[in-house]
């Protein structure tokens, strides 16, 4: 079975900190991306990596930072946590070919909580 | 712009049938997917349709018309584990995922 881990299930932190969340995949995929949900708006994407050292920014990217050093590891970093990036962080990852390969699978979660 | 669009909130009986609908309007089409997500858990792969048609897998069906832009997600026997929030998501042009904001389905005995 894939597995996809994240470092924290909870987190609480202070405006101003540094905060990474760190993923990891075992089944060797390529793709890796961060999700953040907020209710109501369903999933969101932040950032998005096909490949290792190669980072793309998807939709609500301002605030964040991502690296992937190693094909396993996508990191997200917010360089300075503010109260409205309090929400419940999605790392997801897939295998880079056609068909359902497309399928996403989660880890379970960081619900980041920033005060 | 892309749109999915899901209703907000279902109601359903234990035992009963319930049918989630799903319309899109993206740049470009390669599959539709089914999640589902328990509260405070991440989403699990339920259903992959990228031909028209209905896709039967156990309690749970979706079906697909792209000609429509549109989907649903059948599930049948429900059971109170079914209670659950349901992602709909297309596969653009890009081949990015482009979701919906998700039915919370409510099951009451």
């Known amino acids: 079975d894939v597995k996809v881990t994240q470092s924290s299930r909870y987190l609480v932190k202070r405006t101003g900190e540094k905060v990474f969340l760190e993923c990891v995949q075992d089944m060797d995929h390529e793709n890796m991306f961060w999700y953040r949900q907020d209710p109501g708006l369903g999933l969101r994407l932040i950032y998005f990596s096909y490949d290792v050292k190669m980072k793309e920014k998807g939709d609500i990217p301002e605030g964040y930072s991502v690296s992937r050093e190693k094909k396993e590891r996508f990191s997200l970093i917010l360089e300075s946590a503010s109260t409205n990036q309090t929400s419940m962080y999605l790392c997801?990852?897939?295998?880079?070919?056609?068909?359902?390969?497309?399928?996403?699978?989660f880890g379970p979660g960081t619900r980041l909580t920033v005060t | 712009g892309q749109n999915i669009d899901q209703p907000t909130e279902m109601t359903a009986t234990e035992g009963a049938i319930v049918q989630i609908n799903c319309t899109y309007q993206t740049s470009g089409f390669n599959g539709l997917f089914w999640y589902q997500q328990h509260a405070g858990e991440a989403p699990t792969f339920l259903s992959y349709?990228?031909l028209d048609g209905l896709e039967e897998k156990g309690r749970f069906s979706s079906f697909l018309s792209r000609s429509k832009g549109y989907s649903y997600l059948l599930l049948k026997e429900l059971q109170m584990k079914d209670s659950a929030s349901y992602l709909c998501a297309v596969v653009d042009s890009n081949y990015q995922l482009i979701w919906g904001a998700g039915t919370k389905l409510i099951i009451k005995p």
């Open positions: 997801a990852s897939s295998r880079y070919s056609d068909g359902s390969s497309y399928e996403q699978y």
């Open positions: 349709n990228v």
